[in-house]
């Protein structure tokens, strides 16, 4: 088994000392290791932290190979400090039954470069009307905990109730997208002043906080986990903070891009900034980060969502909602966290390693950085600057809203159980 | 000038005045018996049309010819949304056959925009209406409409400061409403919007004007009162209970029309919707100016190609035609 040493790191940007890994797992945590034949990297100036775990991410793979695929999406996961992802079942097929998860769980072993873990649909085709096999999807080689039909709202009032219900058997949770559908017939962006300017379909904050709001009583009743996914709006944060303090057991992430952008962006019309939930204004970006900091949101997750250029390059009403973000997410949470002074790197850890891990029950992920747990590591070098160049990304995708813009910080090193996925900033 | 006309609110005030005195110079051509300048032969102007729209693609056919420039019509009917790139297709291929400036309709907002900004075409275009976002000429039409009615046809140079016009209707989907609002506000008129709170934009609070819901009050003080066109498939997404309550609210008929002042004006992008939103009595009667908004279309959108494309002389010579052949 080959040992390395990773000499000289901040870890989790506290006090630098050296971290040994033998085989699987850290050897040791100390200063003044000693190197014996190890492999030594020279980590000083950078930040050690666990490897980030991505609770939200879209492979693609099967159904939009030329979008992502398992293979690629992983390779910009490692690039990214990730070694865990979760992939959402909006694939063709949809991943609803055992035997698309066990797919692409394997491809995932396959890869090599980040654990992939299936969240199975919660209902038939996401078509929110028949659950779908929680249970056997869940008892399958993938071990579905997380179960989302992403992309869609599970609107259906009982459905939700049902799901909610349902996975308790086995410590499910389920992933809400919340999203009214009769609120955001023909949206493409936020509704308010720039979408009024615009003439753009307006997609109100009401349809989300609705949702959200009926989701934790629905959690509450029932006595389940509710995670929201992707909070873009100031209310829905109010909302959370409300149920978080009433007890309900409801977590909530935040992507890196509704911490940076806002609709003043669309005045370009560029489809590059077409997501969904689409961005919000100034006042709720700010509200987000109070709420990420403050724990209100729980974790940061990408929402990672690869388009090809043709889907992208044509008029707003034509083109594909979403934007790739596993391997800007870092430097976006550097920018808008820690260089404001909200979050200190032990706070980044947790909102996208350790919390992460612990709401997906990622196994062996998201673990302190100590001797006897699993080396899945990530080296940062903070003091990196430098222009977002997409040509360079991993992903099959380039759909990216920070081409050309200055962002800080550089993953150097990815570890994946001891192994090395990514050495300065070059995938292995 | 700018290269492109892509929204009323790109336009400065100076740019719109310029506009309109062209437009004016325009107007005096197509009065003359041989009505057609030679300001754009040779060049090649393709009206591209994604959406149905024949009146205004007839207008600008009009106006294109008038200049003597070749025209090329393009309809690609409904096929762009479902299929994301064929906007882009067609730009290139428009790009190759070397056309000197494109006139677009496209029901995507931003359309235009995109295709003047993309990169994946260089010659000027000319947003001729996209989704509900801008028809900068019909608004340049209408302003010119109400100059000519409201200051007088000797206004060159003039904006419309002091004007207090009205819009009535379905804002929310309405590009004319928007264009308008620009526009007007650029010009120094005073905007009223009236509209049921449910056609009323999220937002609307930050426009350049002012909002109500009572025609009446609004229609005391209005110079010129422009009615919206409400579409028929909003009736069943619950914008307002019935066609009779609508028009009881919202409508133009005589009555109402009596309440404005003397030299008040009535208009309407057409087509109209007789009954519901406007009376056959308002319609027909000489305050409405459908008719010459129609014909004044023709004469901005010369204005427009001409500007965009001929450069900043002026179209016809300066001398004033003082035969007043014309009157
Ligand atoms: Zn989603």
Redesign the pocket.
Same mark, same amino acid.
């Given at each position: 088994m080959s040992t390395i040493l990773i000499r000289g790191a901040k870890v989790l940007g506290g006090d630098v000392q050296d971290v040994l890994i033998d085989g699987e797992t850290i050897a040791a945590v100390g200063t003044g290791l000693d190197a014996g034949d190890a492999t030594v990297v020279d980590a000083e100036g950078q930040i050690l932290l666990p490897g980030l775990v991505d609770l %939200?991410t879209h492979l693609r793979e099967p159904g939009r190979e030329d979008s992502e695929t398992v293979l690629t999406g992983t390779r910009a996961a490692a690039r990214g400090g990730y070694t865990s992802v979760f992939a959402?079942a909006n694939t063709f097929p949809v991943a609803d039954t055992a035997g698309v998860v066990e797919q692409v769980w394997r491809l995932g072993r396959e890869s090599g470069y980040c654990d992939v873990q299936p969240i199975g649909a919660v209902t038939v085709g996401l078509e929110g009307k028949q659950l779908a096999e929680l249970g056997a999807m869940h008892d399958s080689a993938a071990g579905v905990t997380v179960f989302s039909d992403?992309?869609k709202c599970v609107h259906d009032a009982v459905i939700m109730r049902r799901a909610l219900e349902y996975v308790k058997a086995f410590g499910g949770v389920v992933a809400q %997208?919340a999203?009214e559908p009769r609120l955001t017939e023909g949206a493409q962006m936020n509704e308010g002043v720039v979408s009024a300017e615009l003439g753009l379909g307006g997609w109100p904050a009401v349809a989300e906080e609705s949702i959200i709001a009926r989701d934790v009583l629905l959690a509450e009743h029932v006595g389940s986990r509710v995670h929201i996914? %992707?909070l873009s709006t100031a209310g829905s944060v109010e909302i959370v903070r409300w149920a978080k303090s009433r007890g309900i057991d409801v977590t909530a992430e935040v992507t890196p891009h509704h911490l940076l952008l806002t609709d003043e962006l669309v005045r370009s019309y560029n489809p590059v900034y077409k997501v969904?939930?689409p961005l919000r204004t100034e006042k709720d970006v700010m509200a987000l980060r109070e709420a990420l900091a403050d724990g209100t949101i729980d974790i940061v997750a990408t929402?990672h969502a690869p388009h090809p250029h043709e889907d992208k390059d044509c008029e707003w009403a034509a083109a594909a909602m979403g934007m790739v973000g596993l391997e800007t997410a870092l430097s976006v949470v550097q920018h808008t966290m820690v260089e404001t002074g909200l979050l200190d790197w032990a706070g980044v850890a947790d909102r996208m390693a350790h919390k992460p891990a612990e709401i997906g029950r990622a196994q062996g992920h998201g673990r302190p950085v100590s001797a006897g747990e699993p080396a899945n590591l990530t080296l940062v070098d903070p003091a990196y600057r430098g222009e977002v160049n997409p040509a360079g990304f991993a992903s099959r995708s380039r759909n990216t809203p920070y081409e050309g813009r200055e962002l800080p910080g550089r993953v150097t090193h990815t570890f994946l159980r001891g192994r090395a996925t990514l050495v300065d900033g070059k995938l292995a | 000038m700018m290269r492109h006309l892509i929204s009323a609110a790109d336009l400065t005030r100076d740019d719109a005045v310029l506009i309109l005195d062209t437009t004016e110079e325009m107007a005096r051509v197509s009065d003359r018996p041989i009505k057609k300048l030679p300001a754009l032969r040779g060049r090649t102007i393709c009206n591209l049309f994604f959406e149905d729209s024949t009146r205004t693609r007839i207008s600008f056919e009009a106006a294109e010819k008038r200049l003597s420039a070749d025209v090329i019509n393009f309809a690609a009917k409904g096929s762009s949304v479902s299929k994301g790139e064929s906007l882009k297709d067609t730009a290139q291929t428009l790009e190759a056959m070397g056309v000197d400036a494109v006139v677009i309709r496209h029901s995507a907002s931003g359309a235009p925009y995109r295709l003047a900004t993309s990169g994946w075409i260089d010659a000027p275009v000319i947003n001729a209406g996209d989704g509900t976002h801008q028809h900068p000429t019909q608004a340049l039409l209408d302003a010119f409409t109400m100059r000519r009615r409201l200051v007088g046809e000797d206004a060159l140079g003039q904006d419309l400061t002091g004007k207090r016009i009205t819009l009535v209707g379905d804002v929310l989907h309405s590009r004319v409403a928007r264009s308008n609002v620009d526009l007007l506000h650029t010009l120094g008129a005073d905007v009223t919007l009236v509209a049921p709170p449910t056609l009323l934009p999220v937002g609307v609070e930050h426009w350049t004007c002012d909002v109500s819901y009572d025609l009446d009050a609004v229609l005391l003080k209005s110079d010129a009162v422009m009615m919206l066109r409400v579409q028929r498939e909003r009736m069943n997404a619950a914008f307002f209970p019935t066609e009779r309550e609508y028009s009881r609210r919202y409508g133009l008929d005589g009555e109402r029309m009596a309440k404005m002042p003397e030299h008040g004006i009535v208009m309407h992008p057409g087509p109209m919707v007789r009954g519901m939103e406007i009376t056959a009595e308002v319609a027909d009667s000489d305050r409405c100016t459908v008719v010459e908004q129609v014909a004044n279309g023709v004469h901005t959108r010369m204005a427009v190609l001409y500007l965009l494309l001929g450069g900043n002389e002026p179209a016809v010579s300066h001398a004033r035609p003082t035969d007043s052949e014309n009157k």
């Open positions: %939200h959402m992403d992309g %997208h999203q996914c %992707h969904n939930p929402d | -």
